[in-house]
């Protein structure tokens, strides 16, 4: 294994002179093009050059999609793949892309990264630390624009990897409905991502991490009043098995939804005149 010159800018992100031989799955690198050819050999697409200044996401498993010149010289920038806040196969579609310099996203991260990797004094420091949380949101941006810009089948498997992703947290959602302390923020954590890649999945199926969230509690309390096994149960006792810290709240998302009040709806499952779950307004 080649020996590898390191630079620790912080915890989230480090310097490299250098890939390592051997793959890190836990780590995705961004190559900065300081100087020299760096040939890029995508699957069926022609090969593309980089210039100084530009940058291409690497993978050490996947050393054959870079082509180098003798006389190239680039810096690497290592972070958690996890702190990006994007799903494993959408990571893996921006390795080998080149990211140009000149303009955009592309412009920003490369001007910000040069500057980091050129003020030695930050790199041990706490401003060191304040920069590099800065560079990985820039990351994480840049990674989402570059899926965002993929068109044709490419495009599909980023949607369908989305949906999977979406389809476990909901399944995550159901098996803590009833744990107040349940957030976009303990979601994110449990599924390795981060907060706003999370609001971005529940934005795109058309609603929020909340209001699905709210929703599903509202639909188990809804069940639960209905039985009329549980009549005697109170309305306090239910909303707070389900994750309601205030009755008083949860009265009134509970008459918003479905048009009458939790203690209305208990009391009509109780009578057994109609059928409750018809005469309830459901969204």
Request: aromatic share 6%.
């Amino acid at each position: 294994m080649t020996e590898l010159s390191m630079t620790r800018v912080s915890d989230l992100v480090r310097m490299l002179s250098a890939m390592p031989d051997e793959g890190e799955g836990e780590f995705l690198y961004l190559g900065l093009h300081v100087r020299g050819t760096v040939a890029l050999t995508r699957a069926g697409e022609d090969e593309a050059f980089l210039e100084p200044g530009d940058m291409v996401f690497c993978d050490p498993a996947r050393r054959d999609v870079l082509r180098f010149g003798e006389d190239c010289l680039m810096t690497y920038f290592r972070t958690s793949r996890r702190h990006l806040g994007v799903a494993e196969p959408d990571l893996d579609r921006v390795v080998g892309v080149p990211v140009r310099h000149g303009a955009g996203m592309g412009a920003l991260v490369s001007g910000f990264l040069s500057a980091l990797a050129a003020e030695a004094e930050f790199h041990r420091s706490a401003m060191g630390d304040r920069l590099a949380r800065s560079a990985v949101d820039l990351l994480a941006v840049l990674v989402m624009e570059l899926l965002q810009a993929e068109t044709g089948p490419e495009a599909s498997g980023v949607s369908k990897a989305g949906g999977e992703m979406l389809s476990r947290i909901r399944t995550f959602i159901e098996e803590h409905l009833t744990e107040p302390e349940l957030s976009p923020e303990s979601i994110a954590r449990a599924h390795h991502i981060s907060v706003r890649y999370l609001h971005k999945l529940f934005q795109d199926d058309g609603t929020t991490v909340g209001q699905w969230v709210r929703q599903r509690r509202l639909d188990a309390c809804r069940q639960e009043l209905g039985r009329t096994s549980n009549r005697r149960t109170t309305v306090a006792a239910v909303a707070h098995r389900w994750g309601f810290s205030s009755p008083s709240h949860f009265s009134r998302t509970f008459r918003d939804a479905y048009g009458m009040s939790p203690s209305e709806w208990q009391a009509l499952a109780a009578s057994g005149v109609g059928s409750a779950d018809t005469d309830a307004r459901c969204p």
